[in-house]
């Protein structure tokens, strides 16, 4: 173990971690020490425990910009506990996972992010009166919003004042997600449209309509199921009177994912289905096409069994009414796979008794 000295200032937690990291020193060998605690006076604290300055290594460390506005703001935080989650944020992000910030649920992530909050929040002081600060739009951001108890109740509220990316400013609220807590299937969608804007509830429009009949189809009840969406605000452009759907761009899609993956994380279904591109680039990556792998299940992190399909608002999209039939009548077939798999569950009753997907 070796104590490291630091004024409390981001400044200086930053130039100790890069040189503990460049020589390789991991956070668990690191207690940090906050020398304005032991004598406030003394600002020429001795450094000695810090390795010296310049590792062997190369000294570039490529971090995203969204931990050093992260750290910044965890700094202005009074918790002693921060520079040592901070530290072993930074280690993670180089080491484990450059994506590290968009898993929201990760006790280091969600440690920072309520630090820089509340750090945030004090900072603007009595005025701010309860309103989100205004920050810039990332996954790390919105993260910051997330509650302590991940319970969909809190989840709820929290999001509805979520600013994590510029979406709010035009839509009339979050647009969170609905089913119980319990639900063994959570369906996940693009964005709520402009009736799910209004209304406050996802997939209540003519897309909702389509999903709602199709799992009537299948014997699935909506009410039994989660139904929820990648991201929470409706993004929409103004032709005429009408406000017209826009696709959420990449940005915006990672920057709602924490509530994604709060929602996964709190619900922990044993089966998703993502309703169109958005969702299943969402959880499956950019590279992850729909039409080609509709209808097959995949072991994923986020649940034992996840499949794609399209969404409902491309069979509304399509003119040809044979076609469009069709297009329906594959939904159904690929709805009817849930179907299935959730009878065998229930019928099984322990999970443990299904087999997983194939490994994704
Ligand atoms: N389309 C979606 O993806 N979600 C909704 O909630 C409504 C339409």
Redesign the pocket.
């Known amino acids: 173990m070796r104590e490291v000295e630091i004024a409390p200032t981001f400044e200086d937690w930053r130039q100790a971690a890069r040189e503990l990291l460049l020589h390789d020193i991991p956070p668990d060998e690191v207690v940090w020490v906050d020398a304005s605690s032991h004598d406030p006076s003394r600002l020429d604290f001795d450094k000695t425990a810090r390795p010296s300055p310049g590792g062997p290594k190369s000294p570039l460390i490529s971090v995203p910009k969204s931990f050093v506005d992260l750290a910044r703001r965890v700094a202005e935080h009074h918790d002693p506990a921060r520079w040592s989650i901070l530290y072993r944020l930074l280690w993670r992000l180089v080491h484990e996972n450059r994506d590290l910030l968009r898993v929201a649920t990760d006790p280091d992530v969600a440690a920072a992010a309520r630090m820089g909050r509340s750090a945030t929040q004090g900072a603007e002081g009595p005025s701010a009166m309860g309103q989100p600060p205004q920050l810039e739009p990332d996954a790390a951001i919105a993260a910051a919003f997330l509650p302590t108890d991940l319970s969909l109740p809190a989840l709820r509220e929290a999001a509805a004042r979520c600013t994590g990316c510029a979406l709010y400013k035009t839509a009339t609220q979050t647009?969170f997600g609905m089913g119980p807590t319990e639900a063994r299937v959570m369906f996940i969608?693009?964005?709520?449209?402009d009736q799910?804007d209004l209304a406050g509830a996802?997939?209540v429009?003519p897309?909702?309509e389509v999903l709602t009949r199709a799992l009537a189809e299948v014997g699935i009840w909506r009410h039994e199921v989660y139904i929820t969406?990648a991201v929470k605000h409706f993004k929409w452009e103004p032709r005429g009177k009408r406000r017209i759907h826009m696709t959420p761009r990449l940005q915006e899609i990672q920057a709602c994912r924490p509530w994604l993956e709060a929602e996964i994380e709190t619900i922990k279904p044993s089966m998703i289905v993502c309703?169109?591109a958005t969702a299943a680039q969402s959880l499956m990556g950019p590279q992850f096409r729909v039409m080609r792998n509709r209808g097959r299940a995949f072991q994923t992190r986020w649940a034992p069994w996840l499949m794609a399909t399209i969404?409902?608002?491309a069979i509304l999209r399509i003119d040809d009414p044979a076609a469009q039939e069709q297009a329906y009548a594959d939904l159904v077939a690929d709805l009817r796979i849930v179907a299935v798999r959730l009878e065998e569950e229930r019928r099984s009753k322990t999970l443990g008794e299904l087999p997983p997907a194939a490994e994704k």
């Open positions: 647009v969608g693009e964005q709520p449209g799910e996802p997939f429009g897309a909702g969406n309703l169109g969404h409902p608002s």
